[in-house]
């Protein structure tokens, strides 16, 4: 079964450093997106591409955080510089185009900032 | 804005214990339902979904869950659980406002099935 990969699986940084996450998405699924799950509570949005375009990224601290998807296929996430809050599960899923697909999720890249 | 409720933050059970985890949404137009389950170290994964017809979805496991449209909810159940159960369980919504498939997740309830 195709899966979403993402890497690394854990990362460990100190604060004010740059992290950055990677995801490949399921072949096919025109639609990414990346959520942030603080231990004890669900996943919240980050960021959704359509393609290489940004649909959405109301909830993105765009001050330290930055995403992109230049050929429309992987993705890549980056804190710059990282703080202590940062520190959470960053899950990256992917779905093809359209209201009400099944959204695939990756094991998820843990960040611990000290 | 839409928001998800999970009531029940953590439940024990004993093998073989009837399950019911409660899921409320707030959002007053059409609505894809999901619920999704994260096992110990793994990823989260679909475990069923609604989005038209029979309020009443079968997903995976044995698990099953009732849209009530009247009272916002969505519960996840099983007659009977099993050990291997023991994981974190989510409720998302998929508000149908624009085609975006964002999905909005509750909380989480965190099941543990002792044998």
């Known amino acids: 079964e195709a899966e979403v990969a993402q890497s690394p699986r854990y990362k460990i940084t100190e604060k004010s450093q740059a992290v950055a996450f990677w995801c490949d998405p399921i072949?096919?699924?025109?639609?990414l997106y990346w959520y942030r799950q603080i231990l004890g509570q669900g996943p919240e949005l980050l960021v959704q591409?359509?393609?290489?375009?940004?649909?959405?990224d109301s909830q993105l601290p765009k001050d330290r955080f930055s995403a992109e998807r230049l050929k429309g296929v992987d993705s890549t996430l980056k804190i710059q510089p990282a703080e202590l809050g940062d520190s959470a599960m960053y899950l990256c899923?992917?779905?093809?185009?359209?209201?009400?697909?099944?959204?695939?999720f990756g094991e998820g890249s843990w960040l611990t900032v000290v | 804005a839409q928001s998800v409720s999970q009531h029940n933050h953590h439940v024990i059970l004993s093998e073989a214990a009837s399950l019911e985890l409660g899921c409320n949404y707030s959002?007053?137009?059409?609505?894809?339902l999901f619920w999704y389950v994260q096992y110990p170290g793994q990823h989260l994964q679909l475990l069923l979904k609604?989005?038209?017809?029979?309020?009443l979805v079968k997903g995976i496991k044995g698990f099953e869950a009732e849209f009530i449209k009247s009272k916002f909810s969505f519960n996840l159940r099983k007659p009977s659980v099993q050990w291997s159960d023991t994981a974190e369980y989510f409720c998302?919504?998929?508000?149908?406002?624009?085609?975006?498939?964002?999905?909005?997740f509750g909380t989480g309830t965190r099941l543990q099935v002792f044998p």
């Open positions: 899923a992917s779905s093809f185009t359209g209201s009400g697909n099944t959204i695939y």
């Open positions: 072949s096919g699924h025109a639609t």
């Open positions: 591409f359509q393609d290489e375009s940004v649909v959405d």
């Open positions: 959002y007053g137009g059409t609505v894809n």
């Open positions: 609604y989005f038209s017809g029979d309020p």
């Open positions: 998302a919504v998929n508000a149908i406002i624009t085609n975006t498939d964002k999905l909005i």
